[in-house]
């Protein structure tokens, strides 16, 4: 679909409904009706600016009526009022993923067994034959990613011989990170796989296996996305922003519109539009109108590529750039920027962020940019003078836990230097707005939970240290996690934070983040997730 197809459909789609009708006149917005949920008798953490925390909180209207002790909360009640008895649970803001994929996870997210947390090749041979157990003969068992042979006791992947034995009757297909996969025989057969191991290894033999798959039809890629947001919702996400990624293509994000205009989303989503050369650039640049859309599906710019000669790997020594490539990249930004359109960057090493801020710099000498919150991602190598640039150019950096399952592949390259790679406490410090991420669902985990203890301890997921030092709090994590990826979102005033009149986004957990051992932490979930007053996810009994 050209790019300005896609516009006019976004512009219809995203046009904001008109405000509710204003109630009575002078009387307190607490007496006009009951609110439809409140929460009693736990330790509400609010990140509000004091980080302050209460026993009870009260929705009404999408939004948060108050909050106070549980018998202040518990009056607002009326005899339709839900009420919820925490029994002391933790109570957190909705965490946003400032930078995950989860739309194109969504397209065959049902056919995909997760491994994130596996530990052994038994327990990944396991979870495939549960699986088959499950499915029809011949329906495909997929994990695209999120996983590495380095988190596993046997420090391997299965084989094609246990896969066989696993799953005999249907294709399985299992890639971890982008960097290999391996197949059983069902799958071999079908996809042309004659190796007789059947592994495939490097990116582009693996991307170009999954082009092999079956194609998925639209109605299922619907119902893939509304699946893949359940799941982070029991994740304890409620918002994320998109940098959409590779294998996209412009037809890709008509299935996030159709759930927005089914009333389904139960993630609000932040998009930016991927192009990989300047003609693809000029297209979206042209056709949109700027930032715009609703608290559920917004459009913010560009990214996380604007031209793919720029994208400098997920782990590399050095990267050069061309003179073609970077003048490529000045037009980019130039047309980007003028639209107000923001750019969310794909950027890791320190020459890739020193030549980036070198065209910002230039052209904010004509044109301001600080209100278009220009970001980067990832950042691994970002430096204190860099910082102070972001910082003078109201930039800011979102951070991914990429390093839990990745962290030997970047030792091998950055060697030691890595322990301090990213320099999480620096960022923090210099006043430079910072949102937290996974990268999901390909390159790194989806749970917050093991970005947020990654964040805290510099750990992988076996246990041992990959970031040795520039650790945050959990106080500083959680900030990072909620307000920090509001600010990436554009949506500060709206979400982020446990305050009256913001959108009732709300998260119980398991355990308690703030007090519960270091390491118990990647397991937390919810077991209650809210988004706009709506009760999105609860868990069973």
Known sequence: MPALSVLLLLIVLLVPAPPPAHGQAGVPAALLHYPEIVLLNGKVVTVDDRFSVREAIAIR??????LGTSSEIRALAGPRTRVIDLRGRAVLPGLIDSHVHMLRAGFRWPQEVRLDDA???????????????????????????????????????????????????????????????????????????????????????????????????????????????????????????????????????????????????TVRMGLNIVVRDLEGARRWIQALPGRFGDDWLRILGLGEVVIQQMWDQSVAAQFPISRETLGEFQ???????????????????????????????????????????LVFAHGEHITPAQLERMKRLGMGLTVQDRQVIQGDIMRRVWGESMAGKPPLKAIYQSG??????????????????????????????????????????????????????????????????????????????????????????????????????????????
């Not at 209207?61 to 108050?66: F, P, R, S």
């Not at 988190?151 to 992947?157: A, D, G």
């Not at 794909?346 to 890739?352: F, G, V, W």
């Not at 009149?501 to 932490?521: H, M, N, Q, S």
């Open 432 to 541: 430079v707005p910072m949102g937290g991420g996974t990268d999901g669902t390909i390159v790194a985990p989806n749970s917050p939970f093991v970005s947020l203890w990654w964040m805290i301890t510099g750990k992988m997921l076996r246990g041992d240290v990959a970031r040795a030092r520039e650790h945050l709090t959990r106080e500083e994590a959680l900030r990072v996690y909620t307000r920090g990826s509001a600010w990436v979102a554009h949506t500060e005033d709206r979400v982020g934070s446990l305050e009256p009149g913001k959108l009732a986004d709300l998260i119980v957990l398991t355990e308690d983040y703030l007090a519960v051992p270091e390491d118990r932490i990647p397991g937390i979930r919810s077991v209650l997730t809210i988004v706009g007053g709506n009760v999105v996810y609860e868990a069973q009994p």
């Open 331 to 373: 037009e980019v930004v130039a047309a980007a920027t003028q639209k107000g359109l923001t750019l969310h960057l794909h950027a890791t090493l320190e020459s890739t962020i020193n030549t980036m801020l070198g065209v910002f710099e230039e052209l904010s000498r004509q044109t301001p940019l600080t209100a278009l919150r």
């Open 119 to 265: 530990t052994s090749v038994d327990d990944i041979l396991a979870r495939i034959r549960e699986r088959a157990a499950k499915v029809k003969p011949g329906e495909w068992i997929l994990t695209l990613g999120g996983w590495h042979e380095s988190q596993l006791k046997e420090r391997r992947m299965p084989t094609r011989e246990e896969l066989d034995r696993a799953a005999p009757q249907n294709p399985v297909l299992l890639h971890m990170l982008l960097a290999a996969a391996v197949v059983n025989s069902p799958a071999a057969q079908a996809l042309g796989v004659t190796d007789p191991s059947g592994v495939v290894r490097g990116a582009p033999a693996v991307v170009a296996l999954k082009a092999k798959l079956p194609p998925v039809p639209f109605e299922q890629k619907v119902q893939g996305l509304r699946a893949v947001m359940r799941d982070f919702n029991a994740l304890g996400i409620t918002s994320t922003v998109e940098p959409i990624g590779g294998e996209m293509t412009e037809r890709d994000y008509e299935p996030a519109f159709e759930l927005w205009r089914r009333k389904q989303m």
């Open 61 to 66: 209207d999408g939004k948060i009526l108050a």
